[in-house]
Structure formats: structure tokens, C-alpha cells
């Protein structure tokens, strides 16, 4: 196979004699023993004005190899700084990534692997920069993550998932929640949240305590003022704060016991959650207005089974309400 050799000094004032004598594209590459494309693309890139001048086409030319030589480790320094910003942010390297995508999809200056953010993380160079503590989980190595159990609880009237229509199991249909508990310390103070299963927006309410009253209490604020597509029907796990379920003012399916991967959405936006409020928080010292502040984030964050929009814009397209596009 033979090697690309690029056209030296020498070569440049050649070319610079030959066009002045008005030879053309395919003579001057004869003489050179070149490809007639070659030719060409140097005269495109490397001409002065609207001549060629073989001292300026050589200092273009070692100027463009020495910044190839420098290129940035995230390919450029905007994609850096954008990279870093979405990572204070809380963003994954794979959010980052495919919101890049989506939001310049005809400039590949934007575009970047997710592995490159990641390699760029944890690369030995880099350790005392500390840059996993950006990662969401702020882990130096990569873990599976594993769910809250579920417990059994003797709940009245209580319809199974496998009765639930099966138009659910898709999530193409709108309209369609999960639901669960986040626990406090100590399991007093709690979480109620929902996520719609198509469009992964996730709802949040606070209550004083893990009761079927205060879940009714809870999802009567979160859906009230939805419309009626958007409250179909949600899934719910076995536990005690779910006995009132008749109360709820949506049709409620209850998952099989220790099966919580049949709530899958549920599970992984309250992991979100916990990104922000650990284990053992004491979430009576957390006031609403807090709490929607960091739902908001959540949903304003981009997912890779939407195509890199964010549940926000999913969830208003599927309203008819606009959203203003951010970055």
C-alpha cells in the first residue's frame, strides 16, 4: 500500500511557476506524479486571494499541521467548555453527548462520543482534577445500580399488573404513570412521585409521613390540574401507603412482589432523586419549593429513549403546549 506524501516546499513552487504559465489542474499533477485532485483541493486551501504563492501556501499549510498536532483532548474548546458546564450540571456523558447530536446534527465540530468524556474523566493525567465528582454519582468506578425492595402488604381490592391493558407495556401510549415512595430517615417523612412512562416526566410530592391518607393527599396534588389524557392510569408497588388506593384519582395496578424492574422509569428517576436528597436525609428539614426545584432539573435534563430531548419537551408535545428551546 502506498503512503500519502504531502506536497513539500519544493513541490509549492512548482506549482506556483506552472500556474503562472496557465498550465492546468491535470497537466501541473503530471508533472508532480499526483492525483489531479490533489492538485486542486491545495489551490482551494492554500491560495492567496485570487492567486497562488508558494511561500504563503506553505506557511498556511504549517500552520494548519501544527494546530492538528494541538487539538484539543474533547475536540475543541467549545465542546469543552459546553462538556464541563453539563457536568456541573449533573448531565451523564451519554446526555451530553446525544443533546450535542441533536442540537447540531449537521456540524460535526459538535459532535462527540460519550466514551471520549469519559476517557477524558479518568485519564491518569487528569486524576488530580478529580473530574468523576461531576459524574452523577460522583463514583471513581462504574457499579450497577441496584433497587429499593419491595415489601408485602395485605392491600383491599388490590388489582394486579396483569390485568393492566396491554397497551401500557409499550410506552407509546400517554397518559400512563408509576408510582412509589421515597423513604426518609428514619422511614418517617417521605417522597410520593409518579413518572409518566412514555415521556419519563417525573412528579414529586412531599408528605409528613408514609400513610395511605397522606399518598392520597399526595397524588391528588401532583394530577389535579392535568387533563384527562394525561391520567390514565398508574403502577404502583405493595406497599402500605398504596391501601387507599380506591381514593386515587386515577385507575391504580399494583407490580408483582420483588419484581420492581416492572416499574423500571419509576425506579430509575427516584435514583435521580437520591442523587440529590442520600439516603438517611432527614426530608422534614426539605421544603416543596425545593424539591420542584431539583424535579425540575431532572426534567430538564435530556434521555437518550427520547431521541436527547428532555421529558420536559416530551411531556409538553404530547399536551400542545410550546416550550421555549434551551442548550
Same mark, same amino acid.
Request: one cysteine or more.
Given at each position: 500500500?502506498?503512503?500519502?506524501?504531502?506536497?513539500?516546499?519544493?513541490?509549492?513552487?512548482?506549482?506556483?511557476?506552472?500556474?503562472s504559465q496557465h498550465l492546468s489542474v491535470r497537466e501541473i499533477a503530471r508533472r508532480l506524479?499526483?492525483?489531479?485532485?490533489?492538485?486542486?483541493?491545495?489551490?482551494?486551501?492554500?491560495?492567496?486571494?485570487? *492567486? $497562488?504563492?508558494?511561500?504563503?501556501?506553505?506557511?498556511?499549510?504549517?500552520?494548519?499541521?501544527?494546530?492538528?498536532? #494541538?487539538?484539543?483532548?474533547?475536540?475543541? %474548546?467549545?465542546?469543552?467548555? $459546553?462538556?464541563?458546564?453539563?457536568?456541573?450540571?449533573?448531565?451523564?456523558? =451519554?446526555?451530553?453527548?446525544?443533546?450535542?447530536?441533536?442540537?447540531?446534527?449537521?456540524?460535526? $465540530?459538535? &459532535?462527540?462520543?460519550? =466514551?471520549?468524556?469519559?476517557?477524558?474523566? $479518568?485519564?491518569?493525567? /487528569? +486524576?488530580?482534577?478529580?473530574?468523576?465528582?461531576?459524574?452523577?454519582?460522583?463514583?471513581?468506578?462504574?457499579?450497577?445500580?441496584?433497587?429499593?425492595?419491595?415489601?408485602?402488604?395485605?392491600?383491599?381490592?388490590?388489582? %394486579?399488573?396483569? &390485568?393492566?391493558? +396491554?397497551?401500557?407495556?409499550?410506552?407509546?401510549?400517554?397518559? &400512563?404513570?408509576?408510582?412509589?415512595?421515597?423513604?426518609?430517615?428514619? *422511614?418517617?417523612?417521605?417522597?410520593?412521585?409518579?413518572?409518566?412512562? #412514555?415521556?419519563? @416526566?417525573?412528579?414529586?410530592?412531599?408528605?409528613? !409521613?408514609?400513610?395511605?391518607? =397522606?399518598?392520597? +393527599?399526595? !397524588?391528588?396534588?401532583?394530577?389535579?390540574?392535568?387533563?384527562?389524557?394525561? #391520567?390514565?392510569?398508574?403502577?404502583?408497588? /405493595?406497599?402500605?401507603?398504596?391501601?387507599?388506593? #380506591?381514593?386515587?384519582?386515577?385507575?391504580? @395496578?399494583?407490580?408483582?412482589?420483588?419484581?420492581?424492574?416492572?416499574?423500571?422509569?419509576?425506579?430509575? &428517576? /427516584?435514583?435521580?432523586?437520591?442523587?440529590?436528597?442520600?439516603?438517611?436525609?432527614?426530608?422534614?428539614?426539605?421544603?416543596?419549593?425545593?424539591?420542584?426545584?431539583?424535579?425540575? =432539573?431532572?426534567? %430538564?435534563?435530556?434521555?437518550?429513549?427520547?431521541?436527547?430531548?428532555t421529558p420536559k419537551e416530551a411531556f409538553r408535545e404530547e399536551l400542545g403546549v410550546a416550550? !421555549?428551546?434551551?442548550?
Amino acid at each position: 500500500m502506498k503512503k500519502h506524501k504531502k506536497l513539500t516546499a519544493h513541490d509549492r513552487d512548482l506549482i506556483a511557476i506552472w500556474c503562472s504559465q496557465h498550465l492546468s489542474v491535470r497537466e501541473i499533477a503530471r508533472r508532480l506524479k499526483r492525483n489531479p485532485s490533489t492538485i486542486s483541493r491545495e489551490l482551494k486551501r492554500n491560495r492567496w486571494g485570487n *492567486h $497562488y504563492v508558494a511561500i504563503h501556501a506553505q506557511a498556511v499549510a504549517n500552520n494548519r499541521s501544527q494546530l492538528a498536532r #494541538k487539538r484539543h483532548p474533547l475536540k475543541n %474548546s467549545s465542546v469543552y467548555k $459546553y462538556t464541563l458546564k453539563k457536568l456541573r450540571a449533573g448531565w451523564s456523558p =451519554e446526555q451530553i453527548s446525544g443533546r450535542l447530536k441533536l442540537k447540531k446534527p449537521s456540524n460535526p $465540530y459538535w &459532535h462527540i462520543c460519550h =466514551e471520549t468524556i469519559y476517557q477524558f474523566i $479518568y485519564c491518569p493525567g /487528569n +486524576k488530580a482534577k478529580k473530574l468523576w465528582e461531576y459524574l452523577p454519582r460522583k463514583q471513581k468506578k462504574r457499579r450497577r445500580q441496584t433497587g429499593r425492595s419491595v415489601h408485602r402488604s395485605r392491600i383491599p381490592d388490590r388489582v %394486579s399488573i396483569r &390485568h393492566r391493558p +396491554k397497551e401500557v407495556d409499550s410506552k407509546q401510549v400517554f397518559g &400512563h404513570w408509576e408510582g412509589d415512595s421515597v423513604e426518609g430517615r428514619a *422511614h418517617k417523612s417521605g417522597i410520593h412521585t409518579q413518572v409518566e412512562r #412514555k415521556t419519563r @416526566y417525573y412528579l414529586a410530592q412531599l408528605v409528613k !409521613q408514609l400513610t395511605a391518607n =397522606e399518598a392520597v +393527599k399526595a !397524588q391528588s396534588k401532583m394530577f389535579r390540574n392535568l387533563p384527562k389524557k394525561a #391520567k390514565k392510569s398508574t403502577t404502583v408497588d /405493595n406497599g402500605k401507603e398504596f391501601t387507599n388506593h #380506591k381514593d386515587f384519582v386515577l385507575p391504580v @395496578y399494583f407490580a408483582d412482589p420483588y419484581s420492581s424492574w416492572q416499574r423500571g422509569s419509576n425506579e430509575y &428517576h /427516584n435514583g435521580l432523586l437520591r442523587r440529590y436528597l442520600p439516603k438517611g436525609t432527614d426530608l422534614s428539614t426539605i421544603t416543596q419549593t425545593e424539591l420542584d426545584d431539583i424535579v425540575e =432539573e431532572i426534567n %430538564s435534563k435530556p434521555r437518550k429513549c427520547l431521541g436527547f430531548k428532555t421529558p420536559k419537551e416530551a411531556f409538553r408535545e404530547e399536551l400542545g403546549v410550546a416550550i !421555549q428551546d434551551r442548550m
